[in-house]
């Protein structure tokens, strides 16, 4: 990912929320007269980096969707039109990652290369989730101490001590209460799912065809459970558990064991004999990589490291961040060995990664942290226990050193949920398409397969034996892109799950 999509999702991952119960699917958000559909005006957005083509429009939605003629609030909206008319057969939704990650953004990233795969197969259109980018916002006005992403994502202190999280995670739940207002309160993916749908209507489909990643996989599929005959051809890239009883809770947990079967591509690349030529080598043997890791990051935790950006040190958990960030891609590995060859010389001044080195801006913050806990209820657990979990997972995966089981603001949370969470079935067309790594740290294959489980006939699953995050025209390989691309332009998919190899 970006620096933008990829911080976006990597804190979305880190909060987390549970449900009381299994639950049915939700029920039609309001059942009054037939609106119009919303008129787009649409206007040239182009950016140094994407696409020439490239168009903006502002789409009203409803505040609140039992409300529909009320408040209404702005969601940016997006699209590139196909290039060749006479081949064009629909339309394609980038749905980003996150919760805030920006689609207008995404498609601007990653529009050349889908013109190119697709060849004007789809007009191809993105939105903002409300909360987000262009569209209405809203802040919780955060200290900035507590919008690091360091922060946000609940590492425990040195020695697994969670006073200070906890501490954290009530301020946020209460700031957020305070100055969030109804803006907040409405931030959820189930309004994200029809928000979308609004989107369809005032584009004129009937149906639509999409492409979810990460995150944006379970916007897919909730939207393919909501509105089964309005969907065309559905791809899902880099899924998780949609389990209602967990949602975010469970992706989270899911992250420490992935961090895990990741690892060992890390150590392989960095202990080989060719990163000596880049001066990137970081151990002599692939099995000294790991303690080589845990010894640096425990050393930053007795002794943070002043960096270049002033005022900001590394931490033992900064570097723990920085590898599950590096985790997501084969690319971001030259990166991170830099970082850990710096921490082992005493006399360098280690450089931050991006992400790492200011505050999440408020309104950024305050988006990731409101879907996650507006979608579900969050247990009222006491700290202890809390304290039981984090120990428990520090021994067990300390590459992430307790941080997937640790507390969140949506312990605290003052607002519940306004409707149950939905369960993914297999009800619906048999018109998906899932794409997953083999070894990925963010949604790992074990939880993606849940998903797979879950909607059954519906879905086939293509696994790339690689390891990574985001798979078409990402980091996957040539083999899974032309699955991909194949069921798209032709509606092809293999007849059952199927391995793509490197």
């Known amino acids: 990912m970006t620096t933008y999509s990829k911080k976006a999702f990597l804190l979305a991952l880190a909060t987390a929320t549970v449900a009381t119960g299994l639950t049915a699917a939700a029920a039609p958000a309001f059942?009054?007269?037939?609106?119009?559909?919303?008129?787009?005006?649409?206007?040239?957005?182009?950016?140094?980096?994407?696409?020439?083509?490239?168009?903006?429009?502002?789409?009203?939605?409803?505040?609140?969707?039992?409300?529909?003629?009320?408040?209404?609030?702005?969601?940016?909206?997006?699209?590139?039109?196909?290039?060749?008319?006479?081949?064009?057969?629909?339309?394609?939704?980038?749905?980003?990652?996150?919760?805030?990650?920006?689609?207008?953004?995404?498609?601007?990233?990653?529009?050349?290369?889908?013109?190119?795969?697709?060849?004007?197969?789809?007009?191809?259109?993105?939105?903002?989730?409300?909360?987000?980018?262009?569209?209405?916002?809203?802040?919780?006005?955060?200290?900035?101490?507590?919008?690091?992403?360091?922060?946000?994502?609940?590492?425990?202190?040195?020695?697994?001590?969670?006073?200070?999280?906890?501490?954290?995670?009530?301020?946020?739940?209460?700031?957020?209460?305070?100055?969030?207002?109804?803006?907040?309160?409405?931030?959820?993916?189930?309004?994200?799912?029809?928000?979308?749908?609004?989107?369809?209507?005032?584009?004129?489909?009937?149906?639509?065809?999409?492409?979810?990643?990460?995150?944006?996989?379970?916007?897919?599929?909730?939207?393919?459970?909501?509105?089964?005959?309005?969907?065309?051809?559905?791809?899902?890239?880099?899924?998780?558990?949609?389990?209602?009883?967990?949602?975010?809770?469970?992706?989270?947990?899911?992250?420490?064991?992935?961090?895990?079967?990741?690892?060992?591509?890390?150590?392989?690349w960095a202990s080989h004999p060719d990163r000596d030529r880049d001066g990137l080598r970081v151990a002599g043997r692939a099995e000294e990589v790991r303690p080589l890791v845990l010894s640096l990051a425990a050393q930053l935790d007795r002794a943070p490291r002043q960096s270049t950006t002033p005022g900001t040190a590394l931490t033992g958990n900064g570097l723990r961040q920085a590898l599950q960030n590096a985790l997501t891609s084969d690319l971001a590995f030259p990166s991170l060995a830099r970082l850990l060859r710096a921490v082992q010389d005493p006399s360098a001044t280690p450089v931050l990664p991006p992400e790492l080195a200011q505050p999440i801006r408020d309104e950024d913050a305050a988006l990731m942290v409101a879907v996650i806990c507006n979608d579900v209820a969050w247990p009222r657990t006491p700290t202890a226990s809390y304290e039981r979990a984090v120990e428990a997972d520090r021994a067990r995966y300390p590459l992430t050193a307790g941080m997937p089981v640790n507390v969140l603001p949506c312990a605290f949370w003052k607002s519940g949920p306004t409707q149950k969470p939905t369960r993914i079935t297999d009800d619906g067309p048999s018109n998906i398409l899932m794409i997953q790594s083999r070894r990925d740290p963010a949604t790992p294959l074990f939880g993606g397969l849940k998903m797979r489980e879950a909607l059954g006939d519906r879905a086939r699953l293509v696994t790339v034996e690689q390891g990574g995050h985001g798979m078409y025209v990402g980091n996957g390989n040539a083999c899974g892109n032309r699955a991909v691309t194949e069921f798209l332009t032709t509606g092809s998919r293999p007849a059952q799950d199927s391995d793509c190899p490197n």
């Not at 900035?144 to 590492?155: F, V």
């Not at 006073?163 to 739940?173: F, L, T, Y």
Request: charged fraction near 25%; aromatic fraction near 6%.
């Open 31 to 268: 059942a009054g007269p037939t609106r119009s559909a919303p008129q787009l005006t649409w206007h040239p957005c182009a950016k140094p980096d994407g696409p020439a083509a490239q168009e903006c429009a502002e789409l009203p939605v409803p505040l609140d969707y039992e409300h529909p003629d009320g408040r209404q609030l702005t969601v940016a909206v997006s699209r590139i039109r196909s290039d060749r008319p006479e081949a064009r057969r629909g339309t394609l939704v980038v749905i980003p990652g996150g919760p805030g990650g920006s689609g207008v953004q995404r498609l601007t990233q990653k529009g050349a290369a889908l013109q190119r795969e697709l060849a004007g197969a789809y007009d191809l259109v993105a939105l903002d989730p409300r909360g987000v980018g262009a569209s209405t916002t809203a802040r919780c006005a955060l200290d900035p101490q507590d919008r690091y992403l360091t922060s946000l994502r609940s590492w425990p202190g040195p020695d697994g001590e969670i006073a200070e999280n906890v501490a954290r995670s009530r301020r946020i739940a209460e700031a957020c209460a305070r100055n969030g207002g109804p803006e907040l309160r409405s931030f959820t993916t189930a309004n994200q799912v029809r928000d979308m749908d609004r989107f369809r209507e005032a584009l004129g489909e009937t149906k639509i065809s999409a492409w979810g990643i990460s995150y944006g996989t379970y916007v897919g599929a909730l939207y393919a459970q909501k509105y089964p005959q309005r969907t065309d051809r559905w791809v899902l890239d880099s899924s998780g558990d949609p389990d209602p009883r967990r949602v975010a809770r469970g992706w989270l947990a899911n992250m420490a064991p992935g961090v895990e079967e990741r690892f060992p591509d890390f150590a392989q």
